[in-house]
């Protein structure tokens, strides 16, 4: 399953099977697909990332980030949408801040490149068996 952060792009898990000369290996790693409005990405490159078709995608759901904090949802969505504007006005002039997932990942751009760097204990939540392959992949 994905989740769609409107404005920003999309998060999702996949299964890759990964031939080695010695065995095979079927790994789950996180994979993000940016989804920015292109104006404020003039000059930056970001690697394409692929989905699946078969992956569900399903909107943030602000009901339940409102549980995990104690605010109202429309709360919640509003501060969402502003710190995706924020970020997205900050890259636009040329800004270059990080923008950090808790547990997740950090958004970056380094040398004009702008990609999702995920960390080692999220990769290592999702695939336990072959952890060392999902990080090499991720």
Not at 9 to 28: K, P
Not at 46 to 72: H, K, R
Request: with cysteine.
């Amino acid at each position: 399953q994905g989740v769609l952060v409107p404005g920003l792009g999309t998060f999702a898990v996949v299964q890759e099977q990964i031939n080695s000369t010695e065995e095979m290996y079927v790994v789950r790693r996180p994979v993000f697909q940016l989804d920015m409005d292109m104006s404020c990405l003039r000059e930056l490159v970001f690697p394409t990332v692929m989905m699946p078709g078969d992956i569900e995608i399903v909107p943030l759901d602000y009901w339940w980030l409102s549980q995990a904090n104690s605010l109202p949802p429309n709360v919640v969505k509003g501060c969402v949408e502003e710190t995706i504007l924020l970020y997205s006005f900050q890259l636009r002039d040329r800004q270059r801040p990080a923008f950090a997932f808790e547990n997740i990942g950090i958004l970056s751009c380094q040398d004009n490149v702008l990609c999702m760097q995920f960390h080692c204990s999220c990769i290592a939540g999702l695939e336990s068996r072959d952890t060392w392959v999902a990080l090499l992949l991720t």
